[in-house]
């Protein structure tokens, strides 16, 4: 069987990308458009970490809490994921955006992105936590319950641990959603990528070039968390190979 990619294929790979890019970038003449762009991309990048951060605690705390809570707990925790994961991310945005203020809660264009964001995703994450949780040899339970080791403590140390090897694989791609899923921000008045792409179109009206860049740069953004994802799986399979 054949072993995962080395590390030269990755750069070769990230650096074929980036040359692709650029080459796009001349053909098109659309070098022009670069720095307002760019401008974009940074809201864009700051919104997807925001989002990933809260999205990965909520999805880990709403998973441990439908598996291991009193069930009243449980019942909160299957409710969040199931109407985070059953309603439009877009329609939970503008319920945020312009529903809350009309009863007297306000939040800033950025904190509803982040916020909006990272629950809808947090569902999905909640999902993948539990599955990989449960796919744990029930063995590994009953050695700890053997040494009188406190379920909390056994999560942390014995459980979680070998889960979060299979979870990475899908973690990885929910983020890449994520990241794609921020687009949506450019209709509540944030000047993310997507957004500024549209002005620019209504400044230039040159839309195949401006979108055609937008693309390869979205392309350029989502290629290093796929990277990052398969480098800390390989990682983490190596340590714990160690372990055994």
């Known amino acids: 069987m ?3 990619p080395s590390k030269a294929f990755f750069v070769g790979y990230f650096v074929l990308v980036l040359l692709f890019g650029a080459g796009f970038t001349w053909a098109m003449g659309a ?15 700051e919104i997807t970490l925001a989002s990933a951060c809260l999205a990965l605690f909520m999805a880990f705390l709403a998973a441990v809490t439908r598996l ?23 329609v939970q945005l503008f319920y945020l955006f312009f ?10 264009p950025f904190s509803t992105a982040v916020l909006g964001i990272g ?15 449960r796919d744990i040899d029930r063995g590994q339970w009953e050695a700890a319950t053997a040494l009188d080791m406190p379920r909390l403590l056994a999560l942390r140390r014995i459980i979680l641990p070998q889960a979060l090897l299979a979870m990475l694989p899908s973690f990885g791609n929910l983020m890449v959603d994520l990241l794609k899923l921020t687009s949506l921000v450019s209709l509540i008045t944030l000047t993310d990528l997507t957004f500024a792409g549209t002005a620019l179109i209504t ?30 799986e390989t990682s983490l399979a190596a340590r714990q190979r160690g372990r055994s």
């Open 68 to 90: 291991y809570a009193p069930w009243p707990l449980r019942w909160l925790a299957t409710g969040y994921i199931e109407i985070f994961r059953g309603t439009s991310a877009l």
């Open 203 to 232: 400044t230039t009206g040159r839309p195949g070039q401006v979108w055609g860049l937008v693309l390869v740069l979205y392309f350029l953004m989502a290629t290093p968390i796929g990277w990052v994802a398969r480098r800390l």
């Open 31 to 45: 070098g022009r458009f670069l720095p307002v762009l760019g401008q974009g991309v940074v809201v864009t990048v």
């Open 119 to 133: 629950v809808n995703i947090s569902a999905y994450g909640a999902e993948i936590v539990r599955a990989a949780i």
């Open 99 to 108: 529903i809350l203020p009309v009863v007297g809660i306000r939040i800033d």
């Open 2 to 4: 054949k072993g995962p």
